[in-house]
């Protein structure tokens, strides 16, 4: 008996390293005192109540903003870990299988546990404000979509110190991530933790999608709609098209790990060229899934700082629109090398090439925007200003990789890794960082500190190209990726060690970046500025003209919309003396706190755990457990309620401190 | 008194926009699920001649029997139209007979289909035999899971409409459930069509 315990804790529990047995001491840690503090405050019944049943779209994006700088934080140190065994030659920092593991959590928790909850975070903080929208389209799915990706995540993450983590890249290629050669439960944790946030994802884009398409306040044509809005339009409809096809990958990578199906397998028949298709066909336009609204948020910041209606309003739509369509079209460039005909090789290097031109348009409108523009240098203009070089950079090598000959110089080299952390750094994280600075007075009611986040910045763009310019010039010098170590012969004479070292500094430093926005964050929630205007920034849509932080329902009553950058037109009307017609409050419609969504999560996280361990006595509980979350929620009718003109009254006059 | 008449006026509009929301959301919603019936597609049409060795399509498949599949899921399209007749009339008892053949129908095709999956695997053509079969029984059995998905979900309804009888609210879910009934119809017709009917030719 206790030899069968001993034996299942060493194969359950992961042993043998120092920094899990750390990581097992911190969550323990941690746990113990959230634990405490919520006890101690006794603050369980409020986390219910306002957090963990809520509906509210703005409270979401709070949960989602705080789980993905979590991720970014994790991710980082995944990167840091990395650096620092490559600093070298011959380290022995990190074990060649642990390394493996490294860099495939690495890459999915940045792209899928990180960049994707950061621009589901914006979308929910910032989307229905902006349409001068009460709330989402459906606020109970939208709730189910965060906890999904939470669960998710949580699954994810656990196998670091439970049962072992996916190893075999972030796309987990098969053979590689099939049974025969990930016999552990590191792959089902990589499929179920994706699958199961998936499911949220894909909702998110239908929600949004709807969203905009019939929530806009009267008169808000779609030609009249913030750009913010229309990128997010634009992600939604690929996270519509591109989503399914992963739904359906992962399920048939489960399939073969789980009934011994054979889809990818090496014999009976399976093709894993099929799914390295698949994966890309969704994986190539995720990436753009998660720029565009990136492109959303300059076009609003670089219009707010530069105190000039952005340049080129309908190229800027209609180059988002286009990139949306083409990104479908360029997933074979993730393997020119791998044996296509020529014909085909042309078709997708012109494609990847052909989509370079809406960006470039793009580019230029900002910088267009900003000539003879009153530009002021704040935090969201400053990322704004380091993304360009950057991207621009990014950009361009990404055209040198379209390239379908040179790629073969390329292919799996250090150059691709600089290029996509340029593109991923420069244009994501800086877009979404901009985002961030941008709307957390909206948020929070606070101005982030200048000065700390001046620091920050210089720390992230610094290091940034200290850590992958090197990179470039390895990928010429013949370094693959995925290498966990080199020996000194290399390292000195082929002079690959000296670049390695400069690019680890470069990644501490974006590290130390991010303490000091950590930092920065802590600071100002005690003496940040503080908004009272609802409008710290002379903002030009809608979300500028209401209270920060915003009331539950927005706005107390619906605006009505004549022109574009609708906030700034009614500044100008009032600036010349006209005054807006005297409004009639009425109640607001509102929908309920629901737990289904929060409990629903819980049962889809039992079931995923149960079959990354092939417990069905836990996953078939689970699924039914989902199952009956989803037939209480049909045979729910009590679901919303309204908010009577008094209260309404009474919210306003404190919020304004006057009356309507 | 005067207030809460407008009130009411004010939630009945809210109300009836919020449900057609849903239905366009229904509407996406299967658009995402052909979209992932088409990568099953792509992925059959990619594998069905990896028998690697073994039987295809033209010695496995009885065409009797998916002929009465076929026939019994369009009578319950069809059915299920009739049901939405009667939803439109305000009949409930009508409505809900009627999706109770719906119902029986949808339960004799899964009988049908869970019959020819396990005399398939009794002769020893299992999932796990090759890639074919794989894609085979991936592809026909989603739609399988989707109809019995269907099936909890329409007795589900027969039950809120027994209880509360045709509201708003009530009128959006059999809409949406008679959608996805002819959705996944179409379906078949496409799984009829590439898998049988190809298949055998």
């Given at each position: 008996?206790?030899?069968?315990?001993?034996?299942?804790?060493?194969?359950?529990?992961?042993?043998?390293?120092?920094?899990?047995?750390?990581?097992?001491?911190?969550?323990?840690?941690?746990?113990?005192?959230?634990?405490?503090?919520?006890?101690?405050?006794?603050?369980?019944?409020?986390?219910?109540?306002?957090?963990?049943?809520?509906?509210?779209?703005?409270?979401?994006?709070?949960?989602?903003?705080?789980?993905?700088?979590?991720?970014?934080?994790?991710?980082?140190?995944?990167?840091?870990?990395?650096?620092?065994?490559?600093?070298?030659?011959?380290?022995?920092?990190?074990?060649?299988?642990?390394?493996?593991?490294?860099?495939?959590?690495?890459?999915?928790?940045?792209?899928?546990?990180?960049?994707?909850?950061?621009?589901?975070?914006?979308?929910?903080?910032?989307?229905?404000?902006?349409?001068?929208?009460?709330?989402?389209?459906?606020?109970?799915?939208?709730?189910?979509?965060?906890?999904?990706?939470?669960?998710?995540?949580?699954?994810?993450?656990?196998?670091?110190?439970?049962?072992?983590?996916?190893?075999?890249?972030?796309?987990?290629?098969?053979?590689?991530?099939?049974?025969?050669?990930?016999?552990?439960?590191?792959?089902?944790?990589?499929?179920?933790?994706?699958?199961?946030?998936?499911?949220?994802?894909?909702?998110?884009?239908?929600?949004?999608?709807?969203?905009?398409?019939?929530?806009?306040?009267?008169?808000?044509?779609?030609?009249?709609?913030?750009?913010?809005?229309?990128?997010?339009?634009?992600?939604?409809?690929?996270?519509?098209?591109?989503?399914?096809?992963?739904?359906?990958?992962?399920?048939?990578?489960?399939?073969?790990?789980?009934?011994?199906?054979?889809?990818?397998?090496?014999?009976?028949?399976?093709?894993?060229?099929?799914?390295?298709?698949?994966?890309?066909?969704?994986?190539?336009?995720?990436?753009?899934?998660?720029?565009?609204?990136?492109?959303?948020?300059?076009?609003?910041?670089?219009?707010?700082?530069?105190?000039?209606?952005?340049?080129?309003?309908?190229?800027?739509?209609?180059?988002?629109?286009?990139?949306?369509?083409?990104?479908?079209?360029?997933?074979?460039?993730?393997?020119?090398?791998?044996?296509?005909?020529?014909?085909?090789?042309?078709?997708?290097?012109?494609?990847?090439?052909?989509?370079?031109?809406?960006?470039?348009?793009?580019?230029?409108?900002?910088?267009?925007?900003?000539?003879?523009?009153?530009?002021?240098?704040?935090?969201?203009?400053?990322?704004?200003?380091?993304?360009?070089?950057?991207?621009?950079?990014?950009?361009?090598?990404?055209?040198?990789?379209?390239?379908?000959?040179?790629?073969?110089?390329?292919?799996?080299?250090?150059?691709?890794?600089?290029?996509?952390?340029?593109?991923?750094?420069?244009?994501?994280?800086?877009?979404?960082?901009?985002?961030?600075?941008?709307?957390?007075?909206?948020?929070?009611?606070?101005?982030?500190?200048?000065?700390?986040?001046?620091?920050?910045?210089?720390?992230?763009?610094?290091?940034?190209?200290?850590?992958?310019?090197?990179?470039?010039?390895?990928?010429?010098?013949?370094?693959?990726?995925?290498?966990?170590?080199?020996?000194?012969?290399?390292?000195?004479?082929?002079?690959?060690?000296?670049?390695?070292?400069?690019?680890?500094?470069?990644?501490?430093?974006?590290?130390?970046?991010?303490?000091?926005?950590?930092?920065?964050?802590?600071?100002?929630?005690?003496?940040?500025?503080?908004?009272?205007?609802?409008?710290?920034?002379?903002?030009?849509?809608?979300?500028?003209?209401?209270?920060?932080?915003?009331?539950?329902?927005?706005?107390?009553?619906?605006?009505?919309?004549?022109?574009?950058?609708?906030?700034?037109?009614?500044?100008?009307?009032?600036?010349?003396?006209?005054?807006?017609?005297?409004?009639?409050?009425?109640?607001?419609?509102?929908?309920k706190n629901s737990a289904i969504p929060f409990i629903m999560s819980v049962f889809w996280f039992i079931a995923g755990f149960g079959f990354v361990f092939d417990w069905m006595w836990m996953a078939i509980p689970g699924l039914v457990g989902v199952a009956g979350c989803m037939l209480a929620r049909s045979f729910s009718y009590d679901t919303d309620y309204y908010i009577p003109v008094d209260e309404i009254e009474r919210t306003e006059a404190a919020l304004r401190g006057r009356t309507v | 008194m005067a207030h809460a008449t407008t009130e009411h006026s004010h939630a009945h509009e809210a109300h009836e926009s919020h449900e057609s929301l849903k239905v366009l959301g229904f509407w996406i919603f299967i658009v995402t699920?052909?979209?992932?019936?088409?990568?099953?597609?792509?992925?059959?049409?990619?594998?069905?001649?990896?028998?690697?060795?073994?039987?295809?399509?033209?010695?496995?498949?009885?065409?009797?029997?998916?002929?009465?599949?076929?026939?019994?899921?369009?009578?319950?399209?069809?059915?299920?139209?009739?049901?939405?007749?009667?939803?439109?009339?305000?009949?409930?008892?009508?409505?809900?007979?009627?999706?109770?053949?719906?119902?029986?129908?949808?339960?004799?095709?899964?009988?049908?289909?869970?019959?020819?999956?396990?005399?398939?695997?009794?002769?020893?053509?299992?999932?796990?035999?090759?890639?074919?079969?794989?894609?085979?029984?991936?592809?026909?059995?989603?739609?399988?899971?989707?109809?019995?998905?269907?099936?909890?979900?329409?007795?589900?309804?027969?039950?809120?409409?027994?209880?509360?009888?045709?509201?708003?609210?009530?009128?959006?879910?059999?809409?949406?459930?008679?959608?996805?009934?002819?959705?996944?119809?179409?379906?078949?017709?496409?799984?009829?069509?590439?898998?049988?009917?190809?298949?055998?030719?």
């Amino acid at each position: 008996m206790w030899e069968n315990i001993k034996e299942f804790a060493s194969t359950f529990f992961v042993t043998g390293d120092p920094l899990i047995y750390g990581a097992d001491v911190a969550i323990v840690l941690t746990s113990i005192a959230i634990v405490f503090v919520l006890t101690y405050f006794k603050k369980w019944t409020w986390l219910w109540r306002e957090w963990i049943t809520t509906v509210d779209h703005k409270k979401i994006g709070i949960m989602y903003l705080i789980a993905s700088l979590l991720m970014l934080f994790r991710g980082g140190v995944d990167a840091l870990l990395m650096r620092t065994q490559l600093a070298l030659p011959n380290m022995k920092f990190l074990q060649a299988d642990h390394y493996n593991a490294v860099f495939t959590t690495h890459g999915t928790i940045m792209i899928l546990f990180m960049a994707m909850p950061l621009m589901f975070a914006l979308f929910n903080l910032v989307v229905p404000l902006q349409l001068g929208a009460r709330d989402v389209a459906y606020p109970f799915l939208n709730s189910l979509s965060f906890w999904l990706f939470l669960m998710g995540a949580m699954l994810f993450n656990l196998s670091f110190v439970i049962g072992g983590s996916p190893d075999a890249g972030w796309l987990s290629y098969p053979p590689l991530s099939e049974l025969s050669h990930s016999p552990g439960v590191g792959q089902n944790f990589y499929i179920w933790g994706i699958q199961i946030s998936g499911i949220g994802s894909l909702a998110t884009g239908i929600n949004f999608l709807v969203t905009i398409l019939k929530m806009r306040a009267p008169g808000m044509k779609m030609m009249k709609m913030p750009l913010f809005s229309w990128s997010v339009l634009s992600s939604s409809i690929m996270i519509i098209f591109a989503f399914p096809i992963l739904t359906v990958t992962l399920a048939l990578l489960f399939l073969d790990r789980f009934l011994g199906a054979h889809f990818f397998t090496m014999d009976l028949g399976g093709n894993p060229m099929l799914y390295v298709n698949l994966i890309w066909m969704w994986g190539h336009p995720e990436v753009y899934i998660v720029v565009i609204p990136a492109f959303g948020i300059f076009s609003e910041v670089v219009a707010t700082f530069s105190k000039k209606k952005i340049f080129g309003y309908k190229s800027m739509v209609f180059s988002m629109m286009l990139i949306s369509i083409v990104s479908f079209f360029t997933w074979a460039h993730h393997f020119f090398t791998m044996g296509s005909s020529a014909n085909v090789n042309v078709f997708f290097a012109i494609s990847t090439m052909v989509i370079g031109i809406p960006t470039g348009v793009k580019v230029f409108n900002w910088l267009f925007t900003m000539f003879r523009g009153r530009i002021t240098i704040s935090q969201p203009m400053l990322w704004t200003l380091g993304f360009i070089p950057c991207f621009v950079v990014g950009g361009a090598t990404g055209v040198m990789l379209a390239v379908a000959p040179a790629d073969y110089q390329y292919h799996n080299s250090y150059f691709l890794i600089a290029h996509f952390h340029q593109v991923l750094i420069g244009g994501v994280v800086f877009g979404y960082l901009a985002g961030m600075y941008y709307w957390w007075p909206k948020v929070f009611g606070f101005k982030l500190d200048d000065r700390l986040g001046k620091w920050a910045f210089w720390m992230w763009n610094i290091g940034f190209y200290v850590c992958f310019m090197p990179q470039y010039a390895l990928g010429f010098m013949g370094m693959t990726r995925r290498l966990y170590t080199y020996g000194s012969d290399t390292g000195w004479d082929l002079g690959w060690a000296p670049l390695n070292l400069v690019s680890t500094v470069g990644a501490f430093l974006m590290g130390i970046g991010f303490i000091f926005q950590v930092w920065q964050i802590s600071y100002s929630i005690r003496k940040g500025e503080r908004d009272l205007t609802g409008d710290p920034w002379g903002g030009r849509t809608l979300e500028w003209s209401i209270p920060s932080p915003a009331p539950m329902y927005n706005f107390a009553v619906e605006p009505h919309v004549t022109t574009d950058d609708a906030w700034w037109k009614v500044k100008e009307d009032r600036a010349k003396g006209i005054k807006p017609a005297p409004v009639k409050l009425e109640p607001i419609h509102m929908p309920k706190n629901s737990a289904i969504p929060f409990i629903m999560s819980v049962f889809w996280f039992i079931a995923g755990f149960g079959f990354v361990f092939d417990w069905m006595w836990m996953a078939i509980p689970g699924l039914v457990g989902v199952a009956g979350c989803m037939l209480a929620r049909s045979f729910s009718y009590d679901t919303d309620y309204y908010i009577p003109v008094d209260e309404i009254e009474r919210t306003e006059a404190a919020l304004r401190g006057r009356t309507v | 008194m005067a207030h809460a008449t407008t009130e009411h006026s004010h939630a009945h509009e809210a109300h009836e926009s919020h449900e057609s929301l849903k239905v366009l959301g229904f509407w996406i919603f299967i658009v995402t699920d052909i979209l992932i019936f088409g990568t099953l597609f792509a992925c059959y049409a990619v594998l069905h001649t990896h028998t690697n060795g073994g039987p295809g399509a033209k010695e496995l498949f009885e065409m009797p029997g998916v002929i009465a599949e076929t026939f019994i899921l369009l009578t319950s399209s069809f059915t299920s139209g009739l049901a939405m007749l009667a939803l439109h009339k305000g009949k409930v008892k009508q409505l809900i007979a009627w999706l109770a053949v719906t119902a029986v129908l949808g339960a004799a095709f899964i009988g049908l289909e869970l019959h020819e999956f396990v005399v398939l695997v009794e002769e020893g053509h299992k999932i796990s035999s090759n890639a074919f079969l794989s894609a085979f029984y991936t592809l026909v059995g989603t739609h399988g899971l989707h109809v019995m998905i269907g099936l909890v979900w329409m007795i589900a309804l027969m039950i809120q409409l027994s209880r509360r009888g045709i509201t708003e609210v009530t009128t959006r879910k059999v809409t949406n459930l008679s959608l996805y009934w002819h959705f996944l119809d179409v379906i078949w017709i496409f799984v009829f069509t590439v898998v049988y009917l190809m298949g055998v030719m």
